[in-house]
């Protein structure tokens, strides 16, 4: 498909310098489009697709005798040396060409295009092909049929070209055969992760001094930790164009999980160079995106320098002026010690829900690992993410710590805050966050990491984590669908005045308690003591101070009271959310960008529900 619709636009190049349809049908054939497959089926395909398209522009194509340099990779392994020894001749200049041909193109189907084939005298191979050609021997079918495509693949991977693109594979680490793993780690060190990134660096190679790669791929080497040093490589060279897809980008691929990008990169490295960049992540569907891409709804420009304020350098070309002014303060990684949790292995034999094992060998409350016997209570509750909710909750599970030492990662050099205060939140976030305070006494899992401070920092820390600033960051950082421990550290952190930071931590105080009034109001809470619809006080008289208890001995009115109570409650929470996030875009100084407002969607305790509530409350 590349080739041929680049076909249609050489030919207007052609016709507008004065070519006629035949002349340039040919000439494109023979000078201007070189295709790669390391499938033989589908470069027959190219291959055919090709001359159909020259065939369009010149009906005796097919006659004229001329072959598009359209090939299939093939690879060295099967040449015997008789057949090598007659070819070169016993030139030495053959010998060494070809020899390093052999060696480059040896296993050459488990590479494909990322092998790194040497500039060798093409031509003087060509002419000892032309004497054979001539020859009477034994071995000139064998020349003509396995050496001469040797030849033209390896010249077609050696050249330089003006324009590189493709749609390259993607395939993991974890994917890969042991020769293509091992030959990625020596050959491309930075971009070994992923073919496509791969591919990434060896159209680079392929390219021209000034001149342009174009690839579509995954989003992910824009923006994660693990291509942090393919992106330090690319500052080197100019970013022309980003179309960012995100998801959706083809009506064949649902989900969210594919989030691919198109972009164009020139080979230079010009100091202050302007990319432009259409941001289509939000878009819903392929017809759309591409009709707002037409349009340049969405299309804004990015400098090079930009880049260097965020740490990692992600490719965030959206981010606002005064959100990038931000990344020149501290970090929140120098406020508090934010860490990825541990991995038992086999989750299943390891953990259970709390509700599965007997209460009384569950050690709760726990400030310290040795303050618990093992023998007794065996089991610790463990944070492990769970939904999206704010404040506090998804206390879920407990891990059998007596097994610990079979575990796969027990973060043993994390002893210091085993048990510790902390805020939690799941991993995988999106571009909102959920940060939940934790009074201490949990392990934590991968899936469940945790920020850990001094009281104070931690209020200050979760009342960032919930507010509208931080998805911002992490939208810029990481927008994908995990948000990473490394990505918190990076968020900027700005300090406010003394004031503020009171205000912050009487708000974050009650939003807490909140939540947890909450959560510990029906029985998937260990701290449940009584089902609302039952119980003696309806909430603390510290949030309904005007409201007069009078027991109600029908379940009609208890549950009346239930939805009052829930519904004062989830309007405090909301007011106490926005007032947060006034006080955090203003320290931000993202009023442009952001509203304090919280939409009923975003509160994480719950409303009365009459089905729900009756249904637990049986």
Known sequence: ???????????????????????????????????????????????????????????????????????????????????????????PQLKKDFGTLIDELRDAKEYGSILNISQVDFAVLYARVEDVRADI???????????????????????????????????????????????????????????????????LTMTRTYRYSALITQQSWMFLSSYEKLREKLTHTDVATILHLGAHAFEELGGEVVQTVAFILRKSNVEEYASTCDRLVSIENAGMKEESFLGGKYRMVSRKSDYDLIPAKPYAYWISPKALENFKSKNLGSYAEIVSGMTTGNNDV???????????????????????????????????GGEMRKW??????????????????????????????????????GNSFAGRYCFGGFMFDVKGSCAFAPEDRLRFLIGIFNSKVTPVYIEALNPTTTTQVGDLKRIPLIIPDTNSLNQISTTVEECIEISKSEWDSFEFSWDFVRHPLVS????????????????????????????????????????????????????????????????????????????RDIRSFI
Not at 155 to 182: C, F, K
Not at 196 to 202: G, K, L, P, S
Not at 549 to 577: C, K
Not at 588 to 610: C, F, I, M, N
Request: overall charge negative; glycine content about 4%; aromatic content about 12%.
């Open 350 to 384: 390891f953990l259970k829900a709390w509700t599965e094992v007997d209460v009384t060998k569950i050690a709760f409350g726990k400030t310290d690992v040795s303050q618990i016997n093992l023998s007794k209570t065996k089991w610790i509750p463990y944070h492990k």
């Open 1 to 91: 498909h590349i080739l041929v619709y680049a076909f249609d636009v050489l030919m207007q190049i052609y016709e507008a310098s004065g070519y006629s349809q035949r002349d340039a049908a040919q000439s494109i054939l023979e000078n201007n489009l070189f295709g790669l497959d390391i499938d033989d089926r589908a470069a027959q395909l190219a291959y055919f697709a090709v001359m159909m398209k020259a065939r369009q522009y010149d009906r005796r194509i097919f006659s004229r005798g001329i072959q598009p340099h359209v090939y299939a990779i093939v690879e060295s392994n099967g040449l015997d040396s008789n057949s090598v020894e007659y070819f070169t001749n016993n030139d």
């Open 392 to 429: 506090y909750g998804n206390h879920e599970f407990v891990v059998n710590w007596s097994r610990s030492g079979e575990f796969n990662r027990a973060k043993t050099t994390m002893t210091h805050v085993y048990l510790k205060p902390c805020i939690t939140w799941s991993d995988i976030s």
């Open 536 to 611: 003696n006080q309806q909430y603390t008289s510290k949030y309904h101070p005007k409201e007069s208890f009078s027991p109600e001995h029908y379940l009609a009115d208890a549950y009346q009271m239930w939805a009052v109570t829930s519904e004062r409650r989830f309007q405090q929470l909301q007011a106490n959310e926005e007032k947060l996030n006034h006080i955090f875009i203003d320290i931000y100084g993202l009023h442009d960008e952001l509203t304090p407002k919280v939409e009923d969607g975003e509160v994480t305790v719950r409303k009365a529900d009459l089905g």
């Open 137 to 203: 021997s034994m071995f000139r079918e064998i020349v003509l049929n396995s050496i001469l495509p040797l030849i033209q693949v390896a010249e077609v991977m050696a050249q330089r070209y003006d324009v590189v693109v493709t749609n390259p594979p993607y395939m993991g680490s974890s994917g890969m055969g042991s020769l293509l793993n091992g030959y990625l780690k020596e050959n491309y060190p930075v971009s070994k992760g992923d073919l496509f990134a791969v591919f990434i660096e060896r159209c």
